[in-house]
């Protein structure tokens, strides 16, 4: 469904990782996004305050500034992608703890700024509860980042994507929509009794924790290679990985 991108400076060897900064992967959702402030603090290169300035200790104020920094894609064929998902060290955190320390938007810092543990909050919805748990929460994470970033400027939701054909919207478990992405629908799965196996297995699988499960994300390989489901602020999709 299209190339996707991370922020990475080659001299340190770390990186930010768009999806836990609460941004889309694409390279006009990082350019619509909050990630050109971040990288604002990051690059900001001077030994002396002013009016407006930093004036408390700033782990991420200038730590990029004057090093090599790209945004790469996973299509590029220096496969410097993957090259930095496993060897750099990921900032997203620490540069998120700080920005909001310095704008002065305290819900803007991470679960574990506040001395909490991290959790998903996104959890797994179920018929019983009757709604998309997590979702209220995601709602009042973006009205308190717009208050730092303004408004967005661009966003494809999923229901664009069932207008463009990308998605097919096969039911809700609660108030949460099910789709599937075109590809993968397309393989087998208009079959009602085998959808419904698949869906029933990826809520299972959902449903248990994982140590890379985020805040406002959750994915299961269902079949390496060959699907995924992801839970979200969307809903619940079921897809192929080259859909992702």
């Not at 920094?69 to 990921?90: A, K």
Request: glycine share 10%.
């Amino acid at each position: 469904m299209g190339q996707y991108f991370l922020v990475a400076n080659l001299d340190k060897k770390e990186y930010l990782l768009p999806h836990n900064l609460d941004c889309g992967l694409k390279f006009l959702e990082i350019c619509a996004s909050n990630i050109p402030r971040l990288l604002a603090l990051l690059l900001r290169k001077s030994n002396e305050t002013g009016g407006g300035d930093i004036r408390k200790p700033c782990e991420a104020a200038g730590r990029w500034a004057g090093d090599r920094i790209v945004i790469v894609g996973d299509y590029d064929e220096s496969g410097l992608y993957y090259t930095v998902r496993t060897t750099f060290r990921e900032i997203s955190e620490i540069v998120k703890q700080d920005y909001g320390d310095f704008i002065g938007i305290p819900s803007f810092r991470t679960e574990e700024a506040e001395g909490g543990a991290p959790s998903a909050s996104t959890t797994v919805p179920n018929q019983e509860s009757g709604v998309c748990s997590g979702m209220t929460q995601k709602q009042e994470r973006e009205s308190d980042l717009e208050q730092v970033f303004g408004p967005v400027l661009f966003r494809y939701t999923a229901e664009d994507a069932v207008r463009d054909g990308m998605f097919v919207e096969v039911g809700k478990v609660g108030d949460c929509p099910v789709y599937f992405t075109r590809n993968l629908f397309d393989q087998g799965y208009q079959d009602e009794p085998k959808r419904k196996a698949l869906v029933d297995g990826g809520l299972k699988m959902l449903g248990e924790p994982d140590a890379e499960d985020t805040d406002s994300m959750r994915l299961r390989v269902i079949e390496k290679d060959r699907i995924w489901v992801v839970l979200n602020g969307e809903g619940i999709t079921f897809m192929k990985p080259e859909d992702y």
